[in-house]
């Protein structure tokens, strides 16, 4: 970690060259794509020369593509057959802008993609308009990444550790590009844990898809875990994601570490592609073993609501979103909608999938004609996908404070678990951190991700579990009607059947596993005797009321608890006043 923290000061303190040409919060955007490249050259460095080399060899042949070749040169799925490298920019002053460029140009496609996302030409004009341009990379050519002294995971959380302070000083929100490193842990060691036995064969080859990817740390993590568990297994990794920074970044770590690039795209994974759009969901007829996310919180969807509702309303079920769309506020049940629709099939061994929320989708929406999140949940619960959440610790999280909880969603329960929705309970899982970052105050140490695991795993009720029927969290909302009196006497229609009083109808919601007429008898109409339930208006709904199932009652404290600390501070007060006066 020392490397880590020893090179991302020392790239912070590079942004002071900017000071006074650059505004703050435009300071990422030329030392973020710089930073990529340091790296990627770092990481080319023991084999350009025989990629030079190769390259001019090959160059004049009738080739189509040379990329192939010159990769396996390079030892990558990238290469750069430009005659430059940081070194060499360096020691040509006078010319470093047009060579910066040739540079750039020489790296093979997925690579070159990945800066033009940066949009970093203009940077280069930039710097070289003002002079700075040969000090910066001057800086950056002093920063060893080479891969011997900081690994993949380690440039993650440099990356992840730049992004934050670069977005915390726009005033951008930080929390959006990347999930604290030991939360995915969590989430990976929960994804993984009832599949040891497969995942330990040799050979095998799985595949995982983040929608939401940021800067990849989640597919990192997933990848590492797998290759400790079994160095002989493959993760093959994919994700989306909208950001095109975190994009660039994430897919150049994945070119680093032997990945194919091309499975990392850049759109918004929530829009449908179309024949004239390409900016959609780019994984529409793709299934994968594990899908994991940490999609943003409480984010409005207003900018895809028209390619969303036509979705809904024109694929139903053959679509992502036919259970339905929650509020344009939160998009939250989007995202795991879309993931949902990427499992395997349960006939081919099914999927996994592991999500972050707040408490929002826990309960928001209520029964009704209209599809919302209540009839989501339903879809979920009732098609038996939910097998457990987790509720995490406050201040866990860069941008935010509020309450979070891991939903696990599987297509293939185990016998155990089939009908049953596990509950755990981790919020006081937690260590106070040595220093803030951001909202991020707490953290999870190794045995607390220990704990919760064990949790999970040996499926057990205790103080810190519930399991619990799927039925338990299902409700039926009942519109109790009584009748319309004029003068004390009942209105009829013509049926003779009376006519309800809309002033004073009102609804209750009974638990699924009662019986309608049971509750009524017992808790109506001892009160209302002439009250009834109009039976076409109920709707079946669920919701998971978290806090209720782990509720501990704590005993008010006695009068004469309160009345000795009253008396007591009225002691100290005045002994306070009288040495005021005094």
């Known amino acids: 970690m020392t490397n880590i923290k020893e090179s991302a000061n020392f790239i912070w303190s590079i942004a002071d060259l900017l000071r006074g040409d650059y505004k703050q919060s435009d300071y990422g955007k030329v030392i973020l794509p710089l930073t990529v490249l340091r790296r990627l050259d770092c990481v080319l460095e023991n084999t350009k020369a025989k990629v030079l080399k190769k390259y001019s060899q090959v160059k004049t042949m009738n080739i189509q593509n040379l990329d ?50 940066f949009e970093f030409d203009n940077q280069i004009t930039k710097l070289d308009d003002s002079n700075l341009i040969f000090m910066v990379l001057k800086r950056f050519q002093e920063v060893d990444l080479h891969p011997n002294r900081i690994s993949s995971m380690e440039m993650g959380y440099m990356f992840e550790e730049l992004i934050r302070k670069f977005a915390e000083i726009s005033n951008e929100t930080a929390g ?24 330990t064969q040799k050979g095998i080859v799985k595949t995982i898809f983040d929608c939401c990817a940021g800067t990849g740390g989640m597919l990192s993590v997933a990848e590492e875990y797998l290759a400790e568990l079994n160095p002989d297994a493959r993760l093959e990794v994919f994700g989306q994601e909208l950001n095109p920074e975190s994009y660039a970044i994430c897919k150049s770590d994945m ?26 969901d780019q994984f529409i007829n793709h299934k994968f073993d594990y899908l994991i996310t940490n999609p943003p919180f409480g984010v409005k969807w207003k900018k895809v609501e028209k ?6 309303n024109e694929l139903g079920h053959g679509g992502r979103y036919g259970a339905g769309l929650p509020s344009v506020s939160d998009g939250s049940f989007l995202f795991l909608m879309n993931l949902i629709s990427k499992m395997q099939d349960p006939k081919k061994g099914g999927s996994r999938l592991a999500i972050v929320f707040n408490g929002s989708p826990l309960f928001s929406g209520s029964p009704s004609s209209k599809k919302n999140e209540s009839s989501i949940r339903q879809w979920i619960i009732e098609n038996d996908l939910l097998e457990a959440i987790i509720a995490l610790p406050n201040q866990l999280f860069y941008n935010t404070g509020i ?9 293939h329960k185990p016998s155990e678990r089939k009908g049953k929705i596990q509950l755990i309970n981790a919020i006081d899982f937690y260590k106070k951190m040595s220093k803030s970052l951001g909202d991020k105050r707490n953290e999870l140490s190794d045995d607390h991700i220990k704990d919760i695991t064990e949790l999970y ?10 399991i619990f029927d799927n039925e338990d969290f299902g409700y039926s909302k009942v519109t109790v009607e009584r009748p319309l009196k004029e003068q004390g006497k009942v209105i009829t229609d013509r049926s003779g059947n009376p006519k309800p009083d809309s002033s004073l109808r009102d609804t209750e919601n009974i638990p699924l596993k009662e019986d309608i007429t049971s509750y009524m008898k017992r808790e109506v109409l001892p009160h209302v005797p002439d009250a009834w339930v109009d039976e076409k208006k109920t709707k079946v709904g669920y919701e998971i009321n978290f806090t209720k199932y782990f509720y501990e009652y704590k005993p008010l404290r006695s009068l004469e608890e309160i009345r000795a600390d009253i008396l007591a501070l009225e002691e100290q007060t005045d002994g306070l006043i009288k040495e005021v006066i005094s």
């Open 457 to 466: 795993g040996s499926f057990k009720e205790s103080k810190y579990c519930k």
């Open 176 to 199: 959006e590009h990347f999930t604290p490193r030991e939360v995915i842990r969590l989430m990976v060691n929960l994804l993984f844990m009832n599949d040891r036995e497969i995942l």
């Open 255 to 280: 070119l680093i570490k032997g990945q194919n690039p091309s499975n990392i795209k850049h759109a918004n994974s929530l829009k449908r592609i179309t024949d004239t759009k390409l900016k959609g």
């Open 307 to 312: 390619e969303v509702k036509d979705e809904h």
């Open 68 to 117: 192939p070749i010159l990769n396996k040169e390079a030892g990558y799925n990238f290469h750069n057959k430009s005659p430059f490298d940081f070194n060499k920019l360096i020691a040509d002053p006078n010319n470093i802008a047009s060579n910066l460029r040739n540079y750039i140009n020489g790296f093979s496609e997925d690579a070159r993609e990945i800066i033009e996302q």
């Open 403 to 411: 309450s979070t909880y891991i939903w696990m969603i599987s297509n």
